[in-house]
């Protein structure tokens, strides 16, 4: 039954403090006592097909089932009325046997005393953290890796960029302007700047030169051709 309902099958997985208690042999039988008159027959007959036809029918599987069944839902109706008799008092079943004398309110009381200050093993709170606890870890390694790929690609993009820059000054594609000065008066421009273009450009002007200045260190081919095209005088 726990299997089709979606839970699990192993007894291991669950915990019932009211469960810790076996109830009185003496208080189970008084529940379905035919049970105990059944169970001897069935064992015999049981005992004379295995030998008379090498195994047990369907039949005979089905009643086995049946009275295994029963005697567990007995032990399990024991330990529950236990614990509810208090929130019920009032419910008729509990005027009659074997809901009343001196066995079922010893059993009761050790029931109830054990329900409310049970706690859980620690092992059944661990297996049950787990299943969360991965899937929080899952999720967040998700997150992660999609934060890093996302750094990555914006990281690949910048390094391209960067590529693509080197790449074009070192094939000449960045145009470079040099400004000449001729004759007396303020350096004037005679002409806008030109477009860019794929190929270095000099633009000139007719005022006088100021006064050299002195070459920037680490760049001798621009001081150099500052030196060619400046002239003092006409």
């Given at each position: 039954m726990?299997?089709?309902?979606g839970?699990?099958a192993?007894?291991?997985?669950y915990?019932?403090?009211?469960?810790?208690h076996?109830?009185?042999?003496?208080?189970?039988?008084?529940?379905?006592?035919?049970?105990?008159?059944?169970?001897?027959?069935?064992?015999?007959?049981?005992?004379?097909?295995?030998?008379a036809?090498?195994?047990?029918d369907?039949?005979d599987?089905?009643?086995?089932g049946?009275?295994k069944l029963?005697r567990?839902?007995?032990?399990v109706?024991?330990?529950?009325?236990?614990?509810?008799?208090?929130r019920?008092p009032?419910l008729?079943?509990?005027?009659?046997?074997p809901?009343?004398g001196p066995e079922?309110?010893?059993?009761?009381?050790?029931?109830?005393s054990?329900?409310?200050g049970?706690?859980e093993?620690?092992?059944l709170?661990?297996?049950?953290a787990?299943?969360?606890l991965?899937?929080?870890?899952?999720?967040?390694?998700?997150?992660v890796l999609?934060?890093?790929q996302?750094l990555?690609?914006?990281l690949?993009?910048?390094l391209?960029?960067?590529?693509?820059g080197?790449?074009a000054?070192?094939?000449?594609?960045?145009p470079?302007?040099?400004t000449?000065?001729?004759?007396?008066?303020p350096?004037?421009s005679?002409?806008?700047?030109?477009?860019?273009?794929?190929?270095?450009?000099l633009?000139f002007n007719?005022?006088?030169?100021?006064?050299p200045?002195?070459p920037?260190p680490g760049m001798?081919?621009?001081?150099?051709?500052a030196?060619v095209?400046?002239?003092?005088?006409?």
């Amino acid at each position: 039954m726990r299997i089709v309902a979606g839970f699990s099958a192993s007894p291991e997985d669950y915990f019932l403090a009211r469960a810790a208690h076996e109830p009185p042999y003496v208080l189970q039988k008084q529940l379905w006592p035919w049970i105990e008159q059944w169970e001897p027959r069935f064992e015999a007959r049981a005992r004379r097909q295995c030998s008379a036809e090498g195994g047990l029918d369907d039949d005979d599987l089905a009643a086995d089932g049946f009275l295994k069944l029963m005697r567990r839902l007995r032990i399990v109706l024991l330990q529950d009325l236990a614990v509810l008799q208090p929130r019920y008092p009032s419910l008729p079943f509990f005027a009659y046997a074997p809901f009343n004398g001196p066995e079922w309110d010893e059993f009761a009381v050790a029931v109830r005393s054990d329900a409310v200050g049970a706690t859980e093993p620690l092992s059944l709170l661990v297996q049950r953290a787990l299943p969360e606890l991965s899937g929080v870890l899952e999720s967040t390694r998700e997150a992660v890796l999609q934060n890093s790929q996302r750094l990555a690609i914006r990281l690949e993009a910048r390094l391209e960029g960067i590529q693509d820059g080197l790449d074009a000054l070192l094939q000449g594609k960045v145009p470079v302007t040099f400004t000449g000065h001729f004759g007396a008066g303020p350096a004037v421009s005679l002409a806008p700047a030109p477009a860019p273009s794929t190929a270095p450009t000099l633009n000139f002007n007719t005022a006088p030169a100021p006064a050299p200045e002195p070459p920037v260190p680490g760049m001798p081919v621009v001081a150099a051709l500052a030196k060619v095209f400046t002239v003092r005088d006409i």
